[in-house]
């Protein structure tokens, strides 16, 4: 971690502007005073009131912030990391020096360059310090992915100063969360999570880490709001947002509530500065962490669901539509089938594309990506009921969950990289085959008809906001099984005297239209 020079914090005298108090208030100047008047009569006198007795709080807070802190610092721990820097392929950036030929040092630098002409890489290290929390007295932390990302040494620093090498027990960078384990030294203190379902905005928080390596650190706040969403909306995002301070050093740090519980985990801020706090600081739901920790301590990684249902917002208008009164579910609640993976388990078992999906597992679905983390956190291998919506109707169908990772492809894996992907140029946009490298890079299911994997600047897709990662589903409601097909689509289309065509885009399993234009053929590669 690159640790900045301290620098006073102070103000100037000119600096400070105080705003106007214009609250039924005048100032009268001492030469307009008027002539002492009749005294007023006196007042009534105030009647007061004996406020309500306030209640003691529950658990280590019962004594504010101070013993709440002593009870629970030493279950926090600052991670200390390193490991080497990825170099870009080729080796480092000196070039080699413009010599003539038969130069005395013309075989000195050909020696020492590589054929490419650049010096050979150096590998270079890099340090990074973090926050993490005991969950088991075992010696399991819990901490963010981000703060272990690369590292091939790992330390565990207690709060009496104790180091102790830790191993990774498992990690996912879609929840940004790592579990480590390490042989305690001595006797530990573990915390647990709260319901963090349960949070209310406007309730008190508190927050440890290692901010800019300081080592344990105390800061505490409120609940801002709920359910924030960061990452362009990722599946994931549903962070609980704070005003205590947060800083660099704290990923992976834990944000009590009163009760000494941990309701979330520290992984990110919005700052204008280098990582400054602002009082807009996020962490992972509890709820979220536990089930993601639980999978790690069984399988060392995330085994999620998957039913392959492709999904579209359920907004008031579509509830209308879809016929689908206000008694059953709220308005704009409820996820729609926009289409089906073929031979997926939700197609096997009867959903149909146009049905509402209102519940799964009996837990109510608020939108796609509610609907994705109940799917995501079901038992691969049991069975789930959705709860649907269809002709009118409440219906229910079961449906086995399989392994995300293990979905089918036409082309496996081995085959699929000896081959040259099938790539499309229209409008802008640039598809290519769903290969290995692709899937793993986007995030996106080895099913897909195609990626888009790059946007022409200044073209209309481009205005459209699609973006690499997008896959390209429907073109004016006609599946499409490769890149080659949108061409088709856009070529009949320009015959028939069109300028444009309507494209179905899912991202990260949520579904808009987007009307791309295809006035202009591309000009071909030279």
Known sequence: MKMRRWSRIGFSRASVVLGSMAVGMAIVPSWAATPAATPAPAPPPLVTQT?????????????????????????????????????????????VPQLPPGSPFEQFFKKFMNPKGQAPATPQRSAALGSGFIIDPSGLVVTNNHVIADADQITVIL????????????????????????????????????NSDAVRTGDWVMAVGNPYGLG?????????????????????????????????????????DLKGRVIGINSAIFSPSEGGSVGIGFA????????????????????RGWIGVRLQTVNPSVARAMGLPDNVAAPGTGTLV??????????????????????????????????QRLVDDATVGDKINLDIWRDGKLATVSVP?????????????????????????????????????????????????????SVAKGSLAASQDLKPGDVVLEADQDRLKGPQDLTERSDAARKAGRK?????????????????????????AS
């Open 51 to 95: 406020p309500p007795p306030v209640k003691n709080l529950e658990g280590p807070a019962a004594k504010g912030f101070a013993a709440m802190a002593s009870h629970l610092l030493p279950s926090v721990v600052n991670i200390s990391t390193s490991g080497f820097l990825k170099n870009d392929e080729g080796g480092g950036d000196q070039d």
């Open 216 to 256: 344990g650190s105390v800061t505490a706040g409120i609940i801002s709001a709920r359910s924030r969403a960061i990452n362009d909306d990722g599946p994931y995002d549903d962070f609980l947002q704070t005003d205590a301070p947060i800083n660099k050093g704290n990923s992976g740090g834990p944000l009590f």
């Open 338 to 371: 926009g289409a089906l993976d073929s031979g997926a388990p939700a197609a096997r078992a009867g959903i149909r594309q146009g049905d509402i999906v209102l519940r799964v597992g009996g837990q109510s679905v608020k939108d796609i990506r509610g609907l």
């Open 159 to 194: 709060q009496d100063n104790t180091h102790v090498p830790a191993k990774l027990v498992g990690h996912d960078k879609a929840t940004d969360l790592a579990l480590l384990k390490f042989k305690p030294p001595h006797k530990l203190t573990a915390v647990s999570f709260g």
């Open 284 to 303: 992972i739901p509890a709820n979220l962490a536990k089930h993601v920790v639980e999978q790690f301590k069984a399988y060392g990684r995330v085994k």
């Open 401 to 453: 969950v399989i392994e995300r990772d293990n979905q089918s492809s036409e082309v496996d894996a081995d085959q699929q990289a000896t081959l040259a992907p099938q790539t499309a140029t229209v409008g802008g946009l640039v598809l290519s085959e769903p290969t290995p490298a692709l899937t793993q890079k986007y995030q996106v299911p080895d099913t897909v008809p195609n990626v888009v994997v």
């Open 500 to 524: 444009s065509i309507v494209l179905l885009v899912s991202r990260a399993g949520a579904l808009h239209y987007v009307l791309l234009d295809i006035a202009a053929k591309e000009k071909q």
